[in-house]
């Protein structure tokens, strides 16, 4: 099985692309759950399914599509969602109805074959081609560059908002950059898990380190090595079984948050 990993070129790139999406969103997970945008997450990865089919049917490359169609998206929840104008849930709901519906309007217009567009909904791994891989480490590395150097503001901008902007940080830039960020990590996502699962990549790295980290640096170095893991067990296990790659990692990403919780649990029961 390894050889096989190591010699077949499009596993190859499938095992590269699962990994730096796991950092990416690894990187961002704790933000993501921190700030209560697990659900934001889930709606840009469905705004992104419309910017795909919209590139599919003006004939541009379906990644460049989601992630502009995601971005715009993005910045318009920003700037509605600011100062509580309009509530962050209904605002994404209006947004995923209305991404949707224009993908079904391009789907309908379209007269090809459509199997990449399902894989934005759906996820796959095994058809990541070149220029996906590309795009995945162009994400990654930004996420990485502006989670790095924005550390400081984003981490203040996340536990003391009101303080921030009495220190002058520029709360509300912060939480559009946030929500840039996770739009471009989830259209690199999707190759990999799906608009359907890929808050499973974004929210459960986060949500399980927070279940016993307690430092934001190591919170974050926990997310993204339960991202990896979860990534290089899910995508063996789908191997070895012959499932879909994508389920396989949410529901192993499932699985070690339950674990987890079950386990600290425990600690602080025969703690007490």
């Given at each position: 099985m390894l050889a096989d990993w190591l010699e077949l070129g499009f596993l190859r790139r499938a095992l590269a692309a699962g990994l730096l999406s796991a950092v990416g969103c690894g990187l961002l997970s704790p933000y993501v759950v921190l700030r209560r945008m697990s659900f934001a997450g889930h709606g840009l990865a469905h705004a992104a399914f419309g910017g795909a089919t919209l590139a599919l049917l003006i004939g541009v490359n379906l990644s460049l599509g989601g992630t502009v169609f995601a971005c715009l998206l993005a910045v318009v929840l920003a700037l509605w969602t600011r100062k509580g104008r309009v509530s962050e849930d209904s605002a994404i709901g209006m947004l995923v109805a209305a991404s949707m519906a224009l993908g079904v309007v391009c789907l309908s217009l379209q007269k090809r074959y459509t199997q990449d567009v399902f894989?934005?909904?759906?996820?796959?791994?095994l058809a990541c081609l070149p220029e996906d891989l590309?795009?995945?480490?162009?994400a990654t590395a930004l996420a990485v560059?502006?989670?790095?150097?924005?550390?400081?503001?984003?981490?203040?901008?996340?536990?003391?908002?009101?303080?921030?902007?009495?220190?002058?940080?520029?709360?509300?830039r912060m939480r559009l950059i946030l929500f840039l960020l996770v739009a471009i990590e989830v259209v690199a996502a999707m190759k990999i898990v799906g608009a359907i699962l890929v808050s499973a990549l974004l929210?459960?790295?986060?949500?399980?380190?927070?279940?016993?980290a307690r430092r934001l640096v190591t919170v974050q170095i926990a997310?993204?090595?339960?991202?990896?893991?979860?990534?290089?067990?899910?995508?063996?296990?789908?191997?070895?079984?012959?499932?879909?790659?994508?389920?396989?990692?949410?529901?192993?990403?499932?699985?070690?948050?339950?674990?987890?919780?079950?386990?600290?649990?425990?600690?602080?029961?025969?703690?007490?």
């Open positions: 894989s934005f909904l759906f996820g796959n791994i590309i795009f995945s480490l162009g560059a502006l989670a790095l150097a924005l550390a400081r503001p984003l981490v203040s901008a996340t536990f003391h908002e009101e303080l921030a902007q009495v220190e002058g940080v520029p709360v509300d929210v459960l790295p986060g949500a399980i380190a927070l279940l016993f997310s993204l090595a339960i991202g990896v893991a979860a990534v290089l067990i899910g995508m063996f296990a789908s191997y070895l079984l012959d499932l879909p790659s994508g389920a396989v990692i949410a529901l192993v990403l499932f699985a070690g948050f339950g674990v987890t919780r079950g386990i600290v649990a425990l600690q602080a029961r025969f703690t007490r």
